[in-house]
Nanobody, 123 residues
Framework: QVQLVESGGGLVQAGGSLRLSCAASGRAFSNYATGWFRQAPGKERDLVAARSTGDSTYYADSVKGRFTISRDNAKNTVYLQMNSLKPEDTAVYYC?????????????????WGKGTQVTVSS
């Protein structure tokens, strides 16, 4: 029903920036809440940023002030702008959407997932 493709990951030096994109096919993003998760080796998959259909936002404390989630309904694409990157931000980043208007920290809440994109921050 919905397919998500992440892009924009890569290798960046500490203090640098990356912008992740999540392009959707199928139902428009405007009808879904969207979350960005990340998972480092040996760690749990954690929500780092989320946005509801009403544009309420959530940011994990570890990324607050550095990351911004946004949505371009015309392009049916969700973005995660990551600034002032730190080595501890290194992880695979996943885009996820839920059918409902809200968001959750629980990965099980989300109905559709991308395959992930690797972000590596060097010190």
């Amino acid at each position: 029903q919905v397919q998500l493709v992440e892009s924009g990951g890569g290798l960046v030096q500490a203090g640098g920036s990356l912008r992740l994109s999540c392009a959707a096919s199928g139902r428009a993003f405007s009808n879904y809440a969207t979350g960005w998760f990340r998972q480092a080796p040996g760690k749990e998959r954690d929500l780092v940023a989320a946005r509801s259909t009403g544009d309420s936002t959530y940011y994990a404390d570890s990324v607050k002030g550095r990351f911004t989630i946004s949505r371009d309904n015309a392009k049916n694409t969700v973005y995660l702008q990551m600034n002032s990157l730190k080595p501890e931000d290194t992880a695979v980043y996943y885009c996820a959407v839920s059918r409902g208007p809200g968001y959750s920290r629980n990965p099980s809440y989300y109905d559709f997932w991308g395959k992930g994109t690797q972000v590596t921050v060097s010190s």
